[in-house]
């Protein structure tokens, strides 16, 4: 199950930094963007793992909760696996693909009660 985060700890301490880079000198760092649909985060985020953990998977990306229960509803962990961290591909499936148009244009923090899985 992926960590959900609200307000609680400073959002680059929730996300691991994969770049890297330190941002030493007090520069606001740029926002973090959604991994699936890259708007910028809002105030919870959940940490998602691409390829389930129960599939070997260890990284984690950071999400929206929409986004994450709209994936979940429309792959098996098993094609999720197949696909891993490349987005193009999950972007491919044409529910995806209308769904990440359509939430393009909501507020970071929008939510609304995903469809019923499709396996």
Same mark, same amino acid.
């Given at each position: 199950?992926?960590?959900?985060?609200?307000?609680?700890?400073?959002?680059?301490?929730?996300?691991?930094?994969?770049?890297?880079?330190?941002?030493?000198?007090?520069?606001?760092?740029? &926002?973090?963007?959604?991994?699936?649909?890259?708007? &910028?985060? $809002?105030?919870?985020?959940?940490?998602?793992?691409?390829? &389930?953990?129960?599939?070997?998977?260890?990284?984690?990306?950071?999400?929206?909760?929409?986004?994450?229960?709209?994936?979940?509803?429309?792959?098996?962990?098993?094609?999720?696996?197949?696909? $891993?961290?490349?987005?193009?591909?999950?972007?491919?499936?044409?529910?995806?693909?209308?769904?990440?148009?359509?939430?393009?244009?909501?507020?970071?923090?929008?939510?609304?009660?995903?469809?019923?899985?499709?396996?």
């Amino acid at each position: 199950m992926a960590r959900k985060y609200s307000k609680g700890r400073a959002l680059d301490e929730r996300i691991p930094n994969q770049d890297g880079d330190e941002d030493s000198d007090g520069e606001a760092a740029a &926002p973090v963007e959604c991994w699936l649909c890259s708007r &910028p985060l $809002g105030e919870t985020t959940v940490l998602h793992h691409p390829v &389930p953990k129960s599939r070997g998977g260890r990284e984690v990306v950071p999400m929206h909760p929409i986004c994450q229960q709209t994936l979940i509803a429309n792959f098996s962990n098993s094609e999720l696996q197949r696909h $891993g961290l490349d987005v193009e591909a999950i972007l491919m499936n044409p529910d995806m693909r209308k769904f990440v148009d359509w939430v393009a244009k909501k507020e970071p923090d929008f939510h609304a009660a995903p469809a019923k899985k499709r396996r």
